[in-house]
T-cell receptor
């Protein structure tokens, strides 16, 4: 079955620690995205990548970092510089390409709680 | 500025009643439009999309949406709601070209279904 996996589903960390969220897809999609979801605020784009070894900042990139070393993987690191990291994080992918927009497919999400 | 507005934060309908969820967008370029559904604690599932052509599009689970360019709207409809339709619904818009495939999401509309 093709799809997007995110692990773990729940993650707990102490303040001041960096944490990495996993996102893997076997859809052979070029583009991948990370969103943050907070109650009543919809989805906000953190980072996106249209192709391996390349990524761009989204609207709320401060305090986050990503890498795209493989087509199927796009891990997100929440650093200690992120002021309010507790949220629900969603990874998505699309056929992508540099020019055209396509529908995005989403993973099940990771709920991160930092105390 | 590009934006998506879902005017209704929360809607309650009776099972078997019809449903219309509103979505208005502000977008300078030719818009690509999407509706997604999210169950609590889950990822987003694509219901339907509009790229071009017939302005009435059919989606999964019996949903449809109509693109009205003159009103900058893309409202989602279902003739008869089932209890399993209770969820949060997101409208999203993207540019046809040259935006890295990024989507802008509305704040979401939470749907409750009364028995």
């Amino acid at each position: 079955d093709g799809g997007i996996t995110q692990s773990p589903k729940y993650l707990f960390r102490k303040e001041g620690q960096n944490v990495t969220l996993s996102c893997e897809q076997n859809l052979n999609h070029d583009a991948m995205y990370w969103y943050r979801q907070d109650p009543g605020q919809g989805l906000r784009l953190i980072y996106y990548s249209q192709i391996v070894n390349d990524f761009q900042k989204g609207d709320i990139a401060e305090g986050y970092s990503v890498s795209r070393e493989k087509k199927e993987s796009f891990p997100l690191t929440v650093t200690s510089a992120q002021k309010n990291p507790t949220a629900f994080y969603l990874c998505a992918s699309s056929i992508g390409g540099t020019l055209k927009t396509y529908e995005q497919y989403f993973g099940p999400g990771t709920r991160l709680t930092v105390t | 500025a590009q934006s998506v507005t879902q005017p209704d934060i929360h809607i309650t309908v009776s099972e078997g009643a019809s449903l219309e969820l509103r979505c208005n967008y502000s977008y300078g370029a030719t818009p690509y439009l999407f509706w997604y559904v999210q169950s609590p604690g889950q990822g987003l599932q694509l219901l339907l999309k509009y790229f071009s052509g017939d302005t009435l599009v059919q989606g999964i689970k019996g949903f449809e949406a109509e693109f009205k360019r003159s009103q900058s709207s893309f409202n989602l409809r279902k003739p008869s709601v089932h209890w399993s339709d209770a969820a949060e619904y997101f409208c999203a818009v993207g540019a046809k070209y040259n935006q890295g495939g990024k989507l802008i999401f509305g704040q979401g509309t939470e749907l409750s279904v009364k028995p």
